[in-house]
């Protein structure tokens, strides 16, 4: 499991773990899960495109994510969010059969775009994972008094000075970002898991916006690397174990958080 | 009694508020009128072809406090919201020390009518009130003395230090309103508005924030413009009163429009004022004529009570 070839894995996975558990915790706080959920379904003919002209992956999803980030950012500025999500979705889900559907042949790579290949990342795949992880901490440790007051009290952050339609596009850049960086990693079902699960056990568990943004890491770091050692040892896909252990978080932390208050309040009833 | 002011541009005080004006002018600090805090002038918002508001001029100075008032749907909260720059599409001119809104953002604490706070956001109240000082800021945050002492007075101002540790979606409505003010007090504004912060207040609460509000007037010199549909415990301390009608303003002094008869037409509702020992009341005139009563129930003509009584 920790042969040479599988450093490239550890090291990628790590990398994305994090990322992911750090944009994910505003993906939460903004409720823009749906768009988390947009963004890599949408993009990902971007990256089957590319394959298929011959060109890097990275570039085909760059462009269709900067597409969607636009399109979404100017259609949220009309009105809801969540139709907003929905209309990029299929968008373009629709540019992306079209591209498709003009080849006439599908690329080997999109089950592994689908699922993700994690246990094949070569060296190659390194190098831009590693910048584009640089430059989303970068942002989210610059922004994040103001994403935080504009994510969490829209109304709030306007007399401050931060303008929604700014704020919107600057976190969708970085969650598009983060999309294109891990999509060819741990695949379009995952980057979904690994943006939301950990963030909402993570917020529900604490109410410090500090200590939930770490508690968001470390669970998504856990999350990644137990789910690479079951997939490894069983031969099951790694999507499989990412999702159910996101699954099985965020579900067992609002049990818990059900069970202390039941917990609490039967004390205060008895000791008043 | 409402002037209307359609196009008429006004660049000092109004000429109302002379006579209410002078027992508190004298113990304002700093300059006192050559630059208003706020400078409305012409302001007209539309929403489609509907017109919310048209021809609004008013100025604000230093230490001013001023009622904003109107029936439901007059456009306070429209007036409010252009003021701070988050009512789409106003036209006129607005100026905050002579900073259009956008550009005042360290000058101006807003509390909006309402805001709905998810049950599970990971923030405390004390983050709330943090995110009022600094929360514009780029980079980490590094601790700071004195922003941590300007959390806790803000803290302390609205009696909010017992649950400054607790979510802020798992807190009553009040209790949320005051966060709500600390933040708009923390980063110690020169221009407050306030839209309807005593709705949800308890007596003792709402007293003590007006005490505060007059405190922050007489002692600092920071304006005050807010809304409230029961103003008795800010009565005492209003300079002035902006009025709202028919998409309109006028502002006058809290001798001409806190009366009777100007109250009663403004709200097109019968209103008492009361003054007594030195204080003064507004109640809902329930002795003279009342408007018809809206009849929501079907007309019954005893068939329900028989078949109860059956
Ligand atoms: N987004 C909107 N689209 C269309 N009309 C709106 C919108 N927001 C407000 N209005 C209209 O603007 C008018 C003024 O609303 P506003 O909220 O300013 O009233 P208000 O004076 O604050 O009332 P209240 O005392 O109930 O708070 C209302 O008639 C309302 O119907
Ligand atoms: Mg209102």
């Known amino acids: 499991m920790f042969q040479s070839f599988m450093l490239h ?56 994510v900067a597409v969607g980030v636009v399109l979404l950012q100017q259609l949220q500025r009309l ?20 591209l498709l559907s003009m080849t006439h042949s599908y690329g080997p790579g999109v089950f592994a775009l689908l699922f993700g290949e994690v246990l094949g990342v070569s060296a ?14 970068f942002g989210v440790i610059s922004l994040y008094r103001p994403l935080l007051l504009q994510s969490a009290f829209p109304e709030l952050a306007v007399p401050r000075g931060l303008r929604p339609g700014v704020m919107d596009l600057l976190f969708l850049v970085l969650l598009g970002l983060v999309v294109a960086m891990a999509l060819p990693v ?18 529900s568990l604490s109410a410090n916006p500090i200590r939930a943004l770490s508690l968001s890491i470390l ?3 856990g999350m990644m690397w137990l789910s690479i050692v079951l997939s490894f040892w069983t031969n099951w ?36 | 009694m409402i002037q209307q002011r359609n196009g008429e541009r006004r660049v000092h005080m109004p000429k109302f508020e002379e006579s209410s004006k002078v027992a508190l002018a004298a113990d304002v600090p700093g300059p006192a009128t050559e630059q208003p805090l706020l400078a409305v002038d012409d302001l007209t918002v539309k929403i489609g072809t509907r017109v919310l508001l048209q021809g609004v001029s008013f100025t604000l100075s230093p230490g001013e406090f001023c009622g904003l008032i109107g029936e439901n749907g007059a456009g306070k909260t429209t007036l409010l919201r252009s003021l701070v720059g988050t009512q789409p599409s106003p036209h006129g001119c607005v100026k905050v020390c002579g900073f259009p809104p956008s550009r005042a953002r360290g000058m101006v604490g807003y509390v909006p009518q309402k805001i709905n706070f998810a049950p599970d956001l990971p923030l405390r109240v004390c983050d709330l009130v943090q995110l009022g000082c600094d929360g514009h800021r780029l980079g980490p945050r590094w601790f700071s003395r004195k922003s941590s002492e300007a959390v806790s007075r803000a803290l302390a101002a609205v009696g909010a230090e017992q649950f400054a540790k607790q979510r802020i979606g798992e807190l009553s409505g009040g209790q949320q309103q ?18 309807e912060p005593l709705a949800n207040l308890d007596f003792k609460s709402a007293n003590e924030l007006a005490r505060l509000l007059g405190h922050l007037t007489r002692e600092h010199g920071i304006a005050v413009l807010i809304t409230a549909h029961d103003m008795n415990p800010l009565l005492s301390l209003m300079d002035r009163v902006v009025y709202l009608a028919g998409g309109r303003a006028a502002c006058g002094s809290v001798e001409e429009v806190i009366q009777s008869e100007s109250l009663s037409r403004l709200y097109g509702y019968p209103v008492a004022v009361i003054k007594h020992s030195g204080r003064i009341m507004i109640v809902p005139d329930t002795e003279g004529p009342q408007p018809d009563e809206a009849c929501y129930m079907e007309p019954s003509n005893g068939r329900n009570r028989e078949r109860i009584t059956k």
């Open chain 1, 186 to 203: 741990v695949g379009t079902l995952l980057v979904f898991s690994l943006l939301v699960a950990p963030a909402a056990t993570a917020q």
């Open chain 1, 124 to 137: 190659a795949d390194l190098l831009p994972v590693a910048i584009i992880s640089a430059v989303v901490i």
């Open chain 1, 237 to 272: 896909p790694i999507g499989f174990f990412i999702g159910a252990i996101g699954a099985t978080l965020f579900s067992s932390a609002r049990i818990f958080r059900y069970l202390r208050d039941r917990f609490n309040s039967r004390s205060a009833m008895v000791t008043p």
């Open chain 1, 9 to 64: 894995t550890w090291i990628a996975s790590t990398i994305i773990a994090l990322v992911a558990g750090t944009l994910g915790f505003f993906v939460v706080l903004r409720r823009s899960a749906f768009a988390a959920h947009a963004l890599p379904i949408g993009s990902f003919p971007g990256a089957a495109a590319a394959v298929l002209l011959g060109i890097q992956p990275l570039w085909g999803l760059l462009a269709f």
């Open chain 1, 219 to 221: 669970l998504s770091l």
């Open chain 1, 79 to 98: 009105g809801r969010r969540d139709v907003a999500a929905g209309l990029v979705l299929v968008t373009l889900m629709a540019l992306g059969s079209l």
């Open chain 2, 178 to 195: 005051r966060a709500v003010i600390a933040h708009a007090l923390a980063r110690q504004p020169r221009l407050l508005l306030l839209d």
